[in-house]
Every structure is written in structure tokens, then in C-alpha cells.
């Protein structure tokens, strides 16, 4: 096992999460995120089966999932987050993170799903969640990444703080409305 400089205890934004265990520097990787892949026919099976949380999913392709390990899945979600997840399953250092910070990543910036295609599978709109993260700028809502405010969405992708699928569907939208 890799010796991450991670451990994981009670968090002050929700449950269990995960804390550096010494200064990490900006743009260091903290570890990679690991588990199981499965694509998302497999995922909607699981989760109306009721045998998976879709929170402990990470979309780490299109149509395509990682069943992230106890590790990774604790780690929280923040509106003003201090990591992100680069290429395909990295989670890298935004900014310093002092020792005994809790590690956080918007989870917006792994989601990109065609919710009029949910719609067909859930009545309920599963794959938005409530955030309670207590930043000063929280959204509220966990959502698709093409739903952020512009803004963000530009700062996530002009810093790529994003993995690299959602590099790849965004410049496909501009493409088209380029050659328009
Ligand atoms: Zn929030």
C-alpha cells in the first residue's frame, strides 16, 4: 500500500472525511483515486438494486464509473475546494494544504451526464445533491459541471482543475457552436 499523506476522521462539513497529514504543496498529487470500474448501465442497475450509494460513485470517463475505495469516497465536497481530480483519476493539490486540513474537491467537476437521459431511469433526480459544505460561496446544489455559473466553469477550465473527459466534452461544445 502507498503511503499517502491522508488520514481519514470526523469532519466538521459531513461524516467522515479526509485530512492531510502534513503540509501538501500546491499542484502535488495527494493520491490517486482507486476501486472497482463500471460503466453506467452497471451503475444504474446498482444503484436501483439499492446495492450502491451513487455517492461513492466517481464518473471518471463518459458512461463510465469508479466504485471508489473507503479512502476516497470520504472525501468531501467543498464549493471552495483546495484539490481537484486531474487526467483521469489524480487528486492533486489546488493551493497549500496545512497539516490536518481537510481535503475537499468540487464534485461538479466529475460530472457531466445527460439529465433528460437520468430523467428516464429515476424519478427522483439522484445524481443532484444538497451541499451544506459552509463555504461562503456554496452553491447549494451539486450538479452537472455544464450547469455551473460561466464563470466557474472558465476558472476550472482555463486552471484545467478538471479531470480530462471534462476537458474533452467541453472543447466538443465549443467546437459546435464554433461551426455554427
Ligand atoms: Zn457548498
Redesign the pocket.
Known amino acids: 500500500m502507498i503511503d499517502y499523506p491522508i488520514t481519514m476522521k470526523k469532519s466538521l462539513i459531513s461524516g467522515i472525511g479526509v485530512f492531510s497529514t502534513r503540509l501538501i504543496k500546491m499542484g502535488e498529487r495527494i493520491c490517486f483515486m482507486e476501486g472497482r470500474e463500471m460503466n453506467i448501465n452497471e451503475a444504474i442497475k446498482r444503484i436501483k438494486k439499492g446495492t450502491q450509494n451513487n455517492g461513492d460513485l466517481l464518473q471518471i470517463d463518459n458512461n463510465m464509473y469508479m466504485r471508489m475505495m473507503e479512502l476516497n469516497r470520504c472525501v468531501n465536497?467543498?464549493?471552495?475546494p483546495n484539490s481537484f481530480i486531474r487526467g483521469k483519476n489524480e487528486l492533486i493539490t489546488l493551493k497549500d494544504i496545512l497539516k490536518e486540513e481537510e481535503i475537499t474537491y468540487d464534485y461538479s467537476t466529475t460530472m457531466w451526464e445527460d439529465k433528460e437521459e437520468l430523467k428516464n431511469n429515476f424519478d427522483e433526480d439522484v445524481w443532484t445533491m444538497n451541499?451544506?459544505?459552509?463555504?461562503q460561496?456554496?452553491?447549494?446544489v451539486?450538479d452537472q459541471f455544464y450547469l455551473l455559473p460561466n464563470k466557474l466553469q472558465k476558472f476550472y477550465l482555463e486552471n484545467k482543475f478538471v479531470p480530462d473527459f471534462i476537458l474533452k466534452n467541453h472543447s466538443k461544445i465549443k467546437n459546435n457552436i464554433q461551426s455554427k
Do not use: L, P
Not at 460561496?137 to 447549494?140: D, Q, S, V
Open positions: 465536497h467543498s464549493c471552495n451541499c451544506s459544505c459552509g463555504s460561496n456554496c452553491r447549494k451539486i
